[in-house]
C-alpha cells in the first residue's frame, strides 16, 4: 500500500515540480519605462511552440537594432502585478504578441503569432524612422 501511494505522489508532483522549474527559467520582467527610443514588447511563454518559433526571429533581427530600439520581454507564465497589468493593458489573450511602440510610446503596431524575419525588418526600419 505505501509503495502504490509512492508511486502516485511521484506521478503526481513530478510535473507539477517540473512545470514549476520550466516556468522559473524565464522569471525577469523589465518595466517598460518612458523612454525617447522606439520600443519591442513581446508577450511570451516558454511553454508556448510558436513562442519558441519566434523567438530566434526576434533576436536575429534585433542585433541590427539593438541600439535604436529597447527590447522588452514580458513572459506571461509569470504571475505577478506588474506581467498582469502589461497583459491588460496590451489586452493580450495570444502569444507571441509582440507591440511596437515609436518614440513617444504610441503603439504603431500589434503583431499576434509568428512573422518572418523581412516581415519583422521591415515594420522596425519604419519605426525607426
Excluded: H, W
Excluded at 12 to 32: C, D, E, R, W
Excluded at 110 to 128: A, F, P, Q, S, W
Amino acid at each position: 500500500m505505501n509503495k502504490n501511494i509512492v508511486i502516485l505522489l511521484f506521478v503526481f508532483i513530478l510535473p507539477l515540480f517540473a512545470y514549476f522549474m520550466l516556468s522559473k527559467t524565464n522569471q525577469g520582467s523589465v518595466s517598460v519605462a518612458n523612454t525617447n527610443r522606439p520600443q519591442l514588447i513581446k508577450f511570451t511563454s516558454n511553454m508556448c511552440g510558436e513562442c519558441k518559433r519566434v523567438e530566434p526571429v526576434v533576436n536575429n533581427v534585433m542585433e541590427k537594432y539593438q541600439d535604436t530600439i529597447q527590447y522588452i520581454v514580458i513572459p506571461v507564465q509569470v504571475d505577478n502585478r506588474y506581467n498582469q497589468e502589461m497583459i491588460a493593458k496590451y489586452r493580450v489573450t495570444l502569444v507571441p504578441t509582440i507591440i511596437l511602440r515609436d518614440k513617444n510610446q504610441k503603439v504603431v503596431k500589434r503583431i499576434e503569432g509568428y512573422v518572418d524575419e523581412k516581415t519583422l525588418d521591415n515594420y522596425l526600419k519604419g519605426l525607426c524612422k
